[in-house]
C-alpha cells in the first residue's frame, strides 16, 4: 500500500526567507501527489498536485513542488514566506492503479515568523 | 471550503448516544468521502461512496455508518460503538475518480467532543 512521510514536525522560517516542507513517498505504481494547507479549525485547502509532465509544479499562494522520481519525493517550496502562511500542510499520494486510496502525511506545522 | 457544508462545527456526545453529522455538496462531484483527523496522525479515512446508494469501508470504518440517498449529502453517524470518537472529521467531495488523478475538495470540519 502507499504511504507518505513529512519527516518535519515543525518548520520555522524567518518572512522573506525561502521555506521547504518535506513530502516522501512509497507507492508499488505511479503516484499521484497532492499538497494541501489547513488553517486552525477549518478544512483543508487543495495547493498544487503532480499527476504528469513537468516535475515542477506551480501552485496556489506563490508555492511549488518538485517531483523528484529517484528521490521518491514530493518537496513543497516558497521563495519567500510570509507570516500568512503559518499554517498546517499535509502532503497526500494516490497511486494511479488504485481506486479511492488517498494517504495522507502526519502533517508540517509551518511557522513563518516576522 | 468552496461548495461544501459540514454541520455543526461542535457536536457534544453522551456516554452510549448516537450522533449524526451532516456534510452536503453542491459542487454536483459523484465521489464524497469521511475522514477522521488526530493530532499528529494526519487524516484517516472513514467511509466513502463512489454513486449514490453506494459506499465503502476505508481504514477505520469500525463504529460509524454511513448512508448516500442524495447525491448532493453523505451523512455520517458516529455510533456508540466508537469508544474513543473524540476527533475532528472532515468531509471531502471529488468528480468521479476514474483515473485518481482528482482533488478532493473539503469541508470546513466538525470537532466531536464527548461529555
Known amino acids: 500500500a502507499q504511504s507518505v512521510a513529512q519527516p518535519e514536525d515543525q518548520v520555522n522560517v524567518a518572512e522573506g526567507n525561502p521555506l521547504t516542507v518535506k513530502c516522501t513517498y512509497s507507492v508499488s505504481g505511479n503516484p499521484y501527489l497532492f499538497w494541501y494547507v489547513q488553517y486552525p479549525n477549518r478544512g483543508l485547502q487543495f495547493l498544487l498536485k503532480y499527476i504528469t509532465g513537468d516535475n515542477l509544479v506551480k501552485g496556489s499562494y506563490g508555492f511549488e513542488a518538485e517531483f523528484n522520481k529517484s528521490q521518491t519525493s514530493f518537496h513543497l517550496k516558497k521563495p519567500s514566506a510570509l507570516v500568512s502562511d503559518s499554517a498546517l500542510y499535509f502532503c497526500a499520494v494516490r497511486d494511479m492503479r488504485r481506486d479511492n486510496d488517498m494517504r495522507f502525511g502526519a502533517g508540517t506545522r509551518l511557522t513563518v515568523k516576522p | 471550503d468552496g461548495g461544501i457544508t459540514q454541520s455543526p462545527k461542535y457536536l457534544f456526545r453522551k456516554e452510549g448516544q448516537n450522533v449524526t453529522l451532516s456534510c452536503e455538496q453542491n459542487?454536483?462531484?459523484?465521489?464524497m468521502y469521511w475522514y477522521r483527523q488526530d493530532p499528529g496522525q494526519g487524516l484517516r479515512l472513514i467511509y466513502y461512496s463512489q454513486i449514490v446508494n453506494d459506499f465503502q469501508k476505508g481504514d477505520i470504518a469500525e463504529g460509524y455508518s454511513v448512508s448516500r440517498e442524495k447525491k448532493e449529502s453523505f451523512p455520517l453517524t458516529v455510533t456508540s460503538a466508537q469508544k474513543n470518537p473524540t476527533a475532528f472529521y472532515l468531509c471531502a467531495s471529488s468528480t468521479f475518480p476514474t483515473v485518481n488523478q482528482e482533488t478532493q475538495y473539503f469541508g470546513p470540519g466538525t470537532r466531536l467532543l464527548v461529555l
Open positions: 459542487l454536483n462531484h459523484d465521489a
